[in-house]
């Protein structure tokens, strides 16, 4: 399980005064479980794309365990995602017409043409795990709140070491939330996966070990969550 190093990260677009990020230091031990929360535009999502390797950091670097992901060429950067890390967004990014089943076997199908030994028994049992009874219903027939379980069985089940969520439950009623909420954090602890959700919701929020704030991209101090249920070796150092 890698563990993070972000260092010297800044993050500038064109029109905008101040950095969208500018983050000298962030460590993360393996397995950590972080929230990521502050007001709309403080660079959450900004933050989610570089350390998830979906965007490269300008400048700076993001290291995850050996691998320094800025280093990497679009392509080998694509082929470390695809390895290490799990995606859940607030939109499912289902394809109708397929099943559950055939929507979290899609991505291992297109990545290698043919499924790795033991991922379709694997798709089964999370799916069983997140609460879809019936694999094979095609997933527009699904409530928002079973497509977002479907989104999270489809995240893990290349069993990737980290994590990673962009509001995950902005667009379902609470119980739905609450239902996800609780689902990625049991997921994640089950397969020892650091977990790094971005949200606004304080339940989600409660569930993680730790708060990472972010106010006009700059880190400051949250700490320990004493909502967490259960203390993990999570560490932040957002050095702020
Ligand atoms: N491609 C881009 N070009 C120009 N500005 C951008 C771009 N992407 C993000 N920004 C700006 O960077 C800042 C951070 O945006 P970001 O989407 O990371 O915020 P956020 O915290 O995720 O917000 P929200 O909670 O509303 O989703 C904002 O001011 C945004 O307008």
Known sequence: MPELHVSDLVVRFPGLERPALDIPTLQLPAGAHVALTGPSG????????ILTGLDRAPAGRVIWGDTDIGRLGEGARDRWRAGHVGLVMQEFHLFPGLS???????????ATFRLAPGRRAEADRLLARVGIERPGQKVETLSRGQMQRVAVARALVARPPILVADEPTASLDADA????????????????????????????????????????????????????????????????
Request: net charge neutral; aromatic share 0%.
């Open 42 to 49: 403080s660079g959450k999502t900004t933050l989610i794309n």
């Open 100 to 110: 559950a089943l055939e929507n979290v076997l899609l991505p291992q199908r297109l």
């Open 177 to 240: 939330g609450a239902a996800v909420a609780e689902l990625l954090a049991a997921l994640a602890r089950e397969v020892g996966a650091t977990l790094i959700v971005a949200t606004h919701d304080a339940r989600l929020i409660a569930g993680m070990a730790q708060v990472l704030r972010l106010e006009a991209g700059r880190l400051v101090p949250a700490g320990a969550n004493p909502a967490a249920p259960a203390p993990t070796h999570a560490a932040v150092d957002p050095a702020a």
